[in-house]
């Protein structure tokens, strides 16, 4: 469940996901952007969606605003503070 919600993350910033990484204090604000714009794109998706499919139902049940909201608040903490997000470093 994690590995998709990571998959739908990193997706949503338009940047493949690895095992090891990080997000420089520069690159922050254009991630932030494109994370929230997916957000509030499925947002008004679902919300127009009158005929819903399985897919959409989904969606509905587990929209991606509230699975991202713990790291949408760690890349705006990181931000805040200019500093790296890192992962996966032995």
Aim: charged fraction near 25%; charge should be negative.
């Amino acid at each position: 469940m994690l590995g998709d919600l990571t998959e739908r993350i990193f997706a949503a910033m338009n940047r493949p996901f690895e095992s090891k990484g990080i997000l420089l204090p520069e690159q922050l604000p254009e991630y932030i952007s494109r994370l929230d714009n997916a957000i509030e794109s499925e947002r008004i998706a679902n919300l127009k969606n009158s005929s819903q499919s399985n897919d959409a139902n989904a969606l509905r049940k587990d929209p991606l605003g509230r699975r991202a909201f713990p790291f949408m608040e760690l890349l705006k903490q990181a931000h805040q503070n200019n500093e790296s997000v890192v992962w996966g470093i032995d």
